[in-house]
């Protein structure tokens, strides 16, 4: 594990170890309390749990959404690797 690290989340603070470097930690933290913040802004009166467990379904949507883009663009790389191939194997032979 790595160096222990000093995160803010919803005004508390929290020390972790993590094998990602300070910088990470310190942006996956913002990133947390930022979403639980848009959260708690939204829907006003809501107990924390439902806060946090609202705003782990919202992470878990981007996160998802973020693979099916990767997904998409290697399609799109492949298809585009195999015309180029293609297209050089007319010109060659």
Do not use: P, W
């Not at 919803?10 to 913040?37: G, M, P, T, W």
């Not at 609202?54 to 981007?62: E, P, R, S, T």
């Amino acid at each position: 594990m790595g160096e222990k690290v000093k995160i803010r989340i919803q005004n508390r603070e929290f020390a972790v170890r993590s094998s990602d470097d300070r910088e990470q930690i310190l942006k996956v933290a913002a990133y947390v309390d930022k979403k639980l913040k848009e959260i708690s802004d939204s829907a006003k009166g809501l107990s924390d749990d439902k806060t946090a467990i609202l705003a782990a379904l919202d992470i878990a949507g981007d996160y998802f959404q973020l693979i099916k883009e990767k997904e998409d663009l290697l399609v799109e790389i492949n298809d585009r690797s195999k015309r180029l191939i293609q297209s050089l194997n007319l010109v060659l032979n």
